[in-house]
């Protein structure tokens, strides 16, 4: 993300009023009108394309546990889930926001190396529903959620990821909080004392990858977020210097270093066009996505059998290799975080889809043995670029003695590469009819995210979500 400094370099743009409260100013004074046209349409990008993972989710063997937990912890209430239980609004916040990341299909941002909307539409679809919050007000705080989140990704800069955080808990969160806090009604004081409450808990380490661990916790970080501005609706207090605090979130998390330029750029950089963000093609970790489409290519220019490969080398850049450890995956979750399993499982089926994130898939003889075939190398000059840190060099060795190479720095999906509007819509499909849904069902819904401002009560938009 460029050059951090100390926090006093962070607090100069802050114009007096602290971390907390800048950012809190800049939320709960959001007007629709202000936000540029072409942000408002990424908005509406990454809601589609969040809800139609949460919906994929309903077969996810993870979410019935979840919604099993949070029946037995949280007492019905208004609030939708992609389960079909009407909860209260943390219970749903958890429900929601697990199933937004159970198959790691939800958006990313490379503004901090993180998830933001799978943390911030499920406390802010909640948070909607309790206000009886109008279509363009839930879009408004939809937005603040995710610029908010950016600014504070910007500003804990990509060394916290590299150090082992789970940046989508710890960034995510605060911001999550911020747009409940909007639109809950809560004023500027207010939202401080959200975002303050939801800083000093932000959590996640990727110890968790591979594991149930990572969606829940996402779910978990969702809930957290909207707890914590509906206790600051209620009156309870928070610290509203827990960014900048000695022992607060940058001295800790981020060792004392941080970005102005998070702060600075608010309201004027809209971090969801600038860089933009990452819509997946596949339902792996994003790190994957640079090797499954290098293979793909190269199967497609060489017409080459599996029997063929002799070899796979995959050079990698730092980030890469930080997040694919599995090189023998055993479950699906494992599988996602594997470079062998993206290459494989691309260079057999030609694609890489939710139907293969199973048992069976793994089981397959022709995928272990490919597996077995694909090794990773780590090299530097493949993160020259931090808003496309993720790229990698591919060569495939057969056995005649020839070879081909594919380097890609900008995976299909990137901003730099990105898919359309319809390729959008078409991934919206694919989700829910893997979820059962009739087409009228999808087009239905679909029509309606698109138009989301329109609408005269969000609770009429999400009271869809569990339809079967």
């Not at 990572?214 to 600051?232: E, M, N, Q, T, W």
């Not at 009156?235 to 000695?246: K, L, Q, V």
Request: charged share 15%; glycine share 8%; aromatic share 6%.
């Amino acid at each position: 993300m460029g050059a951090a400094h100390d926090i006093r370099a962070v607090m100069q743009v802050t114009d007096g009023d602290g971390i907390t409260s800048r950012l809190a100013i800049w939320v709960a004074g959001l007007s629709l009108d202000e936000i540029p046209a072409p942000v408002q349409h990424a908005a509406r990008r990454s809601l589609i394309d969040t809800i139609g993972v949460m919906i994929a989710a309903n077969r996810h063997p993870l979410l019935s546990k979840v919604n099993h937990l949070a029946q037995s912890q949280y007492r019905d209430g208004p609030c939708s889930t992609v389960a079909g239980r009407r909860l209260s609004g943390v219970g749903a916040a958890l429900v929601n926001g697990t199933a937004a990341h159970a198959f790691d299909y939800d958006d990313n941002s490379y503004t901090g190396i993180m998830h933001g909307s799978a943390i911030s539409l499920p406390a802010v679809l909640a948070a909607a529903e309790i206000s009886g919050a109008t279509g363009e007000e839930f879009l408004t705080a939809f937005i603040a959620a995710l610029e908010a989140t950016y600014a504070i990704a910007v500003m804990g800069t990509d060394a916290q990821y590299l150090k082992g955080w789970w940046t989508s808990g710890t960034m995510g969160m605060p911001g999550a909080a911020a747009g409940a806090a909007r639109v809950l009604g809560l004023d500027a004081d207010q939202t401080a004392t959200a975002i303050g409450l939801a800083t000093v808990e932000a959590f996640g380490m990727r110890a968790m990858f591979g594991t149930d661990a990572k969606p829940l916790l996402s779910g978990r970080a969702s809930a957290a977020a909207l707890s914590a501005a509906l206790a600051a609706a209620e009156g309870i207090t928070g610290p509203h210097g827990a960014f900048e605090s000695p022992r607060g979130y940058i001295a800790l998390i981020n060792g004392g270093i941080a970005d102005p330029r998070g702060l600075a750029d608010l309201g004027t950089t809209w971090r969801s066009i600038d860089p933009g963000i990452f819509f997946k093609r596949f339902p792996l970790c994003s790190a994957a996505h640079a090797p499954a489409d290098a293979i793909e290519a190269i199967m497609k220019e060489t017409a080459a059998s599996l029997e063929q490969i002799s070899q796979v080398v995959c050079e990698v850049s730092q980030v890469v290799a930080a997040s694919l450890v599995y090189d023998a995956p055993t479950s699906p979750q494992e599988a996602q975080f594997s470079l062998p399993f993206a290459v494989a499982c691309m260079a057999i089926h030609g694609r890489i889809g939710l139907e293969h994130l199973n048992s069976d898939c793994l089981a397959d003889e022709r995928l272990v043995s490919l597996m077995a075939k694909v090794h990773m190398t780590e090299v530097d000059d493949l993160a020259d670029n931090p808003d496309a840190p993720e790229g990698c060099r591919l060569t495939v060795s057969f056995s005649n003695g020839s070879s081909s190479v594919n380097e890609v720095r900008a995976p299909k999906g990137m901003p730099q590469n990105p898919l359309n509007d319809s390729e959008i819509a078409d991934k919206f499909r694919g989700c829910t009819s893997y979820a059962g849904w009739s087409a009228s069902d999808t087009e239905h819904l679909l029509d309606r995210l698109w138009a989301c401002r329109e609408v005269a009560s969000a609770r009429s938009l999400i009271k869809t979500l569990g339809i079967p």
